[in-house]
């Protein structure tokens, strides 16, 4: 009990059930008892609390701008930086149990952050579970984020080559219909260029894109 009130000082809310923190830390290959249902309410209230945040914080921002901003926050890697940094790992109950080394930690933790605020929801009301996005996303600086928009600034570049425009397939597909992940590439000039996975196809494409840009920033060129 002692592990969990740390916890939820570092989180910033106490919790009045605290089996549902608990839940929202369970994974699926524990059992039926898992965060599943809590990570799919979560992501709702996530996508919700941004929109609302950033709107208000940035009132001279457009609507793509906003989108954009709002897709650096809520994307997996930036979830499960935050997880990170709050020490979710330590407290995640996983078959086999978690390890820094472990294959898909990064997805596991980013699906962790989103049950947590699932239950703070739940616990707490909305009020809440926006406090929790503001203090854990909103303080984060947006140039130190995922870059959000990589699939038009691969293109850009290969435009600037007189190359072609990237090609983007979906290699594969894995997990039940509301946890989805996908993984696909991107091929440029008869290669392929780079490879990410996403809870989308839109969040893997940008993380391929993502990928070969970061190639090019290493080689100077491409592949």
């Known amino acids: 009990m002692r592990v969990l009130e ?59 701008e906003l989108t954009s901003h709002r897709a650096s926050l809520v994307r997996e890697e930036t979830l499960a930086r935050v997880a990170e940094e709050l020490s979710l790992a330590s407290h995640i109950q996983s078959i086999p149990p978690l390890k820094n080394n472990s294959r898909g930690r990064r997805s596991i933790l980013a699906d962790a952050m989103e049950a947590v605020l699932g ?26 984020l995922p870059l959000s928009n990589a699939k038009s600034a691969l293109q850009e570049k290969l435009q600037e080559q007189g190359a072609p425009e990237p090609i983007y397939r979906q290699i594969s597909q894995e997990g039940p219909p509301h946890n989805c992940r ?29 990928e070969a840009l970061d190639h090019f920033d290493y080689a100077g060129e491409g592949r």
């Open 6 to 64: 740390e916890l939820m000082q570092r989180i910033g809310y106490a919790f009045w059930d605290k089996a549902l923190l608990r839940r929202a830390l369970t994974h699926a290959s524990v059992g039926q008892e898992n965060n599943q249902r809590l990570e799919f309410l979560g992501d709702a209230v996530l996508q919700l609390c941004v929109s609302d945040l950033l709107y208000l914080q940035y009132p001279s921002s457009s609507e793509g």
């Open 119 to 144: 239950a703070v929801y739940l616990d707490g009301g909305l009020q809440s579970a926006r406090a929790f996005v503001s203090r854990h996303l909103l303080t984060l600086p947006l140039d130190t």
């Open 182 to 210: 996908f993984t696909v590439a991107v091929y440029g000039q008869d290669r392929e260029l780079g490879r990410g996975t996403g809870r989308s196809k839109r969040d893997a494409e940008q993380q391929a894109a993502k």
